[in-house]
């Protein structure tokens, strides 16, 4: 009985895998350093938001973790390995308008392409990746949309398709910069519904938010950010208005409805 109750306790408290760690982050432009000395912990299946004023370096931090940008110093861990060993476990929406649709794609080529991963441009895709692709769009409700160019879709059609497409990458660890932005209240509701969804499946999701209104009902795990780290954790936990008071700088409250 004792060891199988000791059994029981090791197995209780066992930590959660790590899905990302970063230590001693440092990024700057032109000598300016925008992230400070950040050491960060995101573990396996929370919903995390990352929240801050402009130009705290949330996005910074998302495009460094992705290997986007080259910090100054520090490290990054995907699941323990570096993000080059690990790029299919790892999807990202990037920021609405922050990609240039010039060139004439639909949004059923878009949603597919993201089923390549490994696949690469040549090989062309497979029936299942087409049937993947189908689902996904039905899934954030452009469907009806899909033989439409990319670059004829409203801002929040568009950032509909890119939630598709990294749906269909079936990763581990999404990261999503500001996927609320100018959506309306429909588009929001399917987004987040879809992001619950991911965590049910224990996959981690990180999002850049900005509305703080929603944080307690959408996520179960922040890091408030501004150039340092200032608290990472358990929403239930550390989303005060002590952080958002040393994050914004202001005194800030925040009318949480319990
Ligand atoms: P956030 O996403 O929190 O609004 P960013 O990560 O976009 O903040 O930006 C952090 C800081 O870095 C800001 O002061 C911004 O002006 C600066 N910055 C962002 N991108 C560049 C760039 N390409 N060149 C120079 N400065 C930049």
Do not use: C
Request: cysteine-free.
């Amino acid at each position: 009985m004792t060891e199988n109750h000791h059994h029981q306790i090791k197995q209780s408290s066992s930590t959660k895998r790590i899905a990302v760690k970063v230590d001693d982050l440092t990024v700057a432009y032109n000598y300016k350093p925008v992230l400070w000395d950040i050491d960060l912990e995101i573990p396996e299946g929370v919903l995390m938001a990352i929240v801050g004023p402009n130009g705290a370096g949330k996005s910074t931090l998302i495009k460094s973790i992705l290997g986007i940008l080259k910090p100054l110093a520090g490290s990054i861990r995907i699941y323990n390995k570096p993000y080059s060993k690990q790029r299919a476990l790892v999807a990202y929406v990037p920021q609405k308008g922050s990609v240039d649709w010039d060139f004439p794609t639909t949004a059923l080529d878009v949603v597919t392409m993201g089923t390549y991963g490994s696949l690469g441009w040549i090989k062309r895709p497979r029936q299942r990746h087409k049937k993947a692709a189908l689902e996904a769009l039905e899934k954030v409700g452009m469907l009806p949309f899909k033989n439409r160019q990319i670059s004829q879709l409203s801002g929040g059609q568009q950032q509909r398709i890119f939630l598709a497409r990294a749906l269909v990458q079936n990763a581990s660890i999404y990261f999503m910069d500001e996927p609320f932005q100018g959506v309306d209240a429909t588009t929001e509701i399917a987004i987040i519904n879809i992001l619950k969804e991911l965590r049910k499946a224990n996959k981690t999701v990180i999002v850049v938010h900005h509305d703080l209104q929603t944080v307690p009902e959408y996520f179960d795990w922040v890091t408030f950010l501004n150039v340092k780290k200032i608290a990472t954790g358990p929403v239930k936990d550390i989303f005060n208005d002590d952080n958002l008071t040393k994050t914004y700088g202001i005194n800030y409250k925040v009318s949480v409805q319990e």
